[in-house]
């Protein structure tokens, strides 16, 4: 609901989001309330106020890359001739782990040897949160004469969440809690307060030099107070009593992690902007900031920016341009680490009556810590032409990272595993295009079309001290990785020996040979593309969008254990002698690996297929499980009926309209076998890397929208 008079406004929102997931016992339901108002206190001062707050529960968030997640099970392990819905029907009747893989049924121990009962899983083992958000502030602004304006801003934003886990008496012992030790039961803990206050006083002057340069000075205060409470904590050893999920119930005891962390950071910061006819734009701007989540002698850090436009076309008058416009800009940005993430304790017991503290396995010298600087420029050419009918916008850019802060291994001499440095120049370049344009155009019907590509391109220039690698993130299998002078995020592992042309080489066993610490791909797309069209008939629209994504590499540890297990496909079939391949050798089965033996004759070893990590799997370099990420994706697509205003003359109604949307519709294309590129079992810089990694879903939703 929205309106207002001639001296206020107001909006009010509700919310109502409820959600089933597409896993058992799985559900979200999420209340927002959202409001703002504004009022003139006089023609010259102004006041404006907004609130939103959320409240939300989850139930059933599943497990990501291995140990406790099911859909593991189902893309590494399962056995294929166990069926779910007999497990479903065991779990509900007996509401016990009834599983298929028993210890050892002969002898009467029938808890789960490998996997537990998926329903189990689900509804004994399930996973909780609750997240209460508020958000508030408001603002008055303040006009001194006509050309000077004051601004005084506040805002604050505060959230409770909480998440608890279970693992219910009966369950397959797997890495839990703090400990991270095997445990067939136990439940965990976490709780988390955070408070930010943001605070800013803007001036604004608008100047005017003569007839054709106009200008803005722009100076301000920006002052964040951040409070971050957190415990987590978890039982130890198991539960001593069954289905009671509280900490008193544990077997032994392991102190709690509490975090308490107190951040501030203040900046100061000035902006000019002038245009000359409207046509030369000038403008720079410069900030100086001070944090507490660097030593006070390097707190503080100031950082500056550049840019620069030209309207060519109010020089060159043709009618079929529109607008031509160079740009060229370059900025600084200053960067402090996350409050926090240093200067942790941890607890190693007591003697007597005297707590042993000590720094964490990481060394950190707090006072030789710096601020990450960005540096990065950008050029680029604006085009409307043909009456704005066709649009194209080029961009490049270069963006250098210096000083990031990296944890780095270090000798064992020195007693820790890891110390904190800045490090590293980090290069980013690329280039982006954008195309759009309206092909057909008439009284009741229009094309619209727009096209991107872009070109990124991801280095890492130097780390410090001779150093060439750093290891971004460890799996089961591959590592993710910097090499200097490689594209960022190299995936490394075992791959095959090749001969001078390119053969894979076996050995006298007839299997692969292998070489160890290989780089096997690389995370980053060659280029990402996507091209969107709207067409409208009279009163109907429709619209579809296809993203595309070409190159960047996946590994699939989904492939690796179930091609081991047999799950898949290419793990049956016929041999070279009409065999099938899972027959043993005395009944003419396996196979002969294509390739060459160290001799350079051509392989003629036949090996066995008929077990596990015979043939496919984990007997193979992880090279064999690196595919390629490319996918072509119906990534939206609508159809719009706006009923004709006629039929709401002499109603509240003014307008009035009906659409059916999709999301993730198809996956055109993909390399990938059995799961969706995009799926990874981690985020951020992290990629590259899928394990238990869910199905996409499809959406398709149906909105109708009244306007009063």
């Not at 019907?445 to 096209?451: A, I, L």
Request: charged share 20%.
């Amino acid at each position: 609901m929205n309106g207002g008079t001639d001296r206020s406004t107001y909006n009010f929102g509700y919310t109502n989001n409820y959600e089933t997931g597409i896993l058992p016992n799985s559900s979200l339901n999420k209340n927002t309330i959202t409001g703002n108002y504004s009022y003139d206190l006089s023609s010259k001062l102004k006041a404006n106020a907004f609130m939103t707050f959320t409240n939300q529960s989850t139930v059933g968030r599943n497990n990501v890359g291995y140990g406790d997640n099911i859909i593991g099970g189902f893309r590494q392990w399962w056995a294929t001739n166990v069926d779910v819905l007999d497990l479903r029907e065991q779990y509900f009747r007996t509401k016990k782990n009834a599983t298929w893989n028993m210890i050892s049924p002969t002898d009467g121990n029938l808890a789960p040897n490998f996997w537990d009962n998926p329903y189990w899983s689900r509804y004994e083992n399930y996973e909780s949160d609750t997240r209460r958000r508020f958000l508030t502030g408001g603002s008055l602004s303040y006009e001194i004469t006509k050309n000077l304006n004051l601004l005084a801003r506040v805002g604050i934003d505060y959230s409770r969440d909480k998440q608890e886990i279970r693992k219910a008496v009966g369950s397959h012992a797997e890495e839990f809690g703090l400990s991270q030790t095997n445990q067939s039961s136990g439940y965990e803990i976490f709780t988390r307060d955070f408070m930010q206050q943001n605070y800013d006083f803007i001036a604004t002057y608008d100047l005017k030099v003569g007839e054709k340069v106009t200008g803005k000075l722009t100076g301000g205060y920006n002052f964040i107070k951040r409070d971050i409470e957190a415990f987590n904590a978890s039982t130890t050893g198991g539960l001593l009593k069954p289905g009671f999920y509280a900490l008193q119930n544990s077997k032994t005891f392991i102190a709690p992690i509490e975090t308490d962390i107190e951040y501030k950071k203040s900046g100061v910061y000035g902006q000019a902007s002038f245009d000359y006819d409207r046509t030369l734009f000038l403008e720079g701007s410069y900030r100086y900031d001070k944090s507490t989540a660097l030593p006070s002698s390097n707190g503080g850090y100031g950082y500056w920016a550049l840019g620069t436009s030209f309207i060519f076309s109010e020089l060159i008058k043709q009618p079929w341009l529109n607008l031509g416009k160079f740009r060229l800009n370059y900025a600084e940005v200053g960067n402090d680490p996350e409050p926090g993430r240093f200067g942790w304790l941890n607890n190693r017991g007591a003697i007597t009556d005297a707590a042993l503290f000590d720094l964490s396995n990481t060394y950190l010298d707090f006072s030789q810590l710096r601020p990450e600087i960005t540096k990065s420029w950008e050029a680029g050419i604006e085009l409307q032409m043909f009456k704005n009918r066709l649009g194209l916008d080029v961009s490049v850019y270069k963006t250098n990272s210096t000083d990031q802060i990296f944890s780095v291994p270090t000798t064992a001499a020195s007693q820790y595993l890891f110390k904190m440095i800045n490090a590293g120049d980090l290069e980013n370049k690329g280039i982006e295009v954008a195309l759009s344009g309206t092909p057909i155009k008439t009284e009741n019907f229009s094309w619209n079309v727009n096209v991107n590509w872009s070109r990124n391109r991801n280095k890492l220039i130097y780390l410090d001290e001779g150093r060439t690698n750093l290891q971004l993130a460890n799996f089961q299998h591959t590592s993710l990785n910097a090499t200097v002078g490689e594209a960022y995020g190299t995936i490394r592992g075992t791959d095959f020996v090749y001969d001078a042309n390119g053969n894979k080489v076996v050995g006298e066993d007839g299997y692969y040979l292998l070489k160890n610490d290989q780089v096997l791909g690389n995370i980053q797309a060659d280029w990402l593309g996507g091209i969107s069209n709207t067409f409208k008939y009279k009163n109907f629209s429709v619209g579809f969008l296809i993203d595309i994504r070409k190159g960047g590499d996946v590994f699939s540890l989904d492939q690796m254990y179930g091609q081991e297990t047999g799950l898949y496909p290419n793990t049956v079939g016929l041999n070279d002698l009409g065999n099938p391949i899972r027959n043993t050798l005395d009944q003419g089965g396996g196979t002969i690996l294509p390739g060459v033996k160290e001799d350079g004759t051509p392989n003629d070893i036949r090996i066995d297929g008929s077990y596990s990590t015979g043939i496919f799997g984990s007997i193979n370099p992880e090279k064999a499980f690196v595919y390629d990420g490319s996918y072509v994706k119906l990534r939206e697509a609508s159809i719009t009926y706006t009923l004709p205003n006629r039929i709401f003359e002499g109603t509240v109604i003014r307008s009035a309209s009906f659409s059916l949307l999709g999301n993730n519709l198809w996956i055109i294309h993909k390399n990938l076998p059995m799961a969706d590129p995009e799926a990874g079992s981690s985020g951020g810089n992290v990629q590259g890397y899928q394990s238990g990694v869910m199905p996409t879903v499809r959406t398709i939703s149906f909105n109708v929208k009244v306007n009063f």
